[in-house]
Every structure is written in structure tokens, then in C-alpha cells.
């Protein structure tokens, strides 16, 4: 069964960081890309960053890009996401997330996805 634990998250307060970390139990996780998403309270869960299979494509929600940093290190089956210059609106659940099929390009798109973890709490005070 696979499972994806998120960690890192936290109270930080505006203008702090975070790095967040996503450990995956897949003997294959080279194979796929991963992303990152997030759900304030209250509305739909969006689309944060991703990474491609072999790291060397990432692309950005436009609300962080600039801000963050998406990464990953196969070896260890954990991919990352540093953010900076949090913001209030940072304020969310985080998810990592693997890719339905394995060597695509990373997607913005959340049913390119099929397998979620539990999520990781980040609250950014003002």
C-alpha cells in the first residue's frame, strides 16, 4: 500500500519559512512526478508546484513562484517544498501527491494525481 507522509509544517509568522518534507513508501517513486497542493479553509484545494520524475522540470503555482522551491531526492523517496516570504494567504493544508502515470511531465492538474497523503497543517500569522 503506498503511503505518502507529509511533514514540516507549522506557525510561522509572515516573512518566515518554511521546508516541507513528503516521504513516499513507492519502490518506484523515481518514476513519477510529485506535486504539491494546498486547501485553506473553506475553499477548493489548489495546485502548488511540481516536480518531474527525474527533478529536472519544476513548475509554480503563480501565487508562490518566486517564493518556493520544489525538489526532490530519489534516493531517499522524499520530495521537498521550501517556501519563503510566507504570507497569510499561505495559511493551508498541504498535500504531496503522486502521478497517475509514471515519466509524464509534472501537472497542475489535480486528477493527474491518484495518490494523496494525509497533509501537513501551515499557519502563517500576521
Known amino acids: 500500500q503506498v503511503q505518502l507522509v507529509e511533514s514540516g509544517g507549522g506557525l510561522v509568522q509572515a516573512g518566515g519559512s518554511l521546508r516541507l518534507s513528503c516521504a513516499a513508501s513507492?519502490?518506484?517513486?523515481?518514476?513519477?512526478?510529485m506535486g504539491w497542493f494546498r486547501q485553506a479553509p473553506g475553499k477548493e484545494r489548489d495546485f502548488v508546484a511540481a516536480?518531474?520524475?527525474?527533478?529536472?522540470?519544476?513548475v509554480y503555482a503563480d501565487s508562490v513562484k518566486g517564493r518556493s522551491t520544489i525538489s526532490r531526492d530519489n534516493a531517499k523517496r522524499t520530495v521537498y517544498l521550501q517556501m519563503n516570504s510566507l504570507k497569510p494567504e499561505d495559511t493551508a493544508v498541504y498535500y504531496c501527491?503522486?502521478?497517475?502515470?509514471?515519466?509524464?511531465?509534472?501537472?497542475?492538474?489535480?486528477?493527474?494525481?491518484?495518490?494523496w497523503g494525509q497533509g501537513t497543517q501551515v499557519t502563517v500569522s500576521s
Open positions: 513507492i519502490p518506484t517513486f523515481s518514476n513519477y512526478a
Open positions: 516536480i518531474s520524475w527525474r527533478g529536472r522540470t519544476t
Open positions: 501527491a503522486v502521478a497517475v502515470s509514471p515519466w509524464g511531465a509534472p501537472s497542475r492538474t489535480e486528477n493527474e494525481y491518484n495518490r
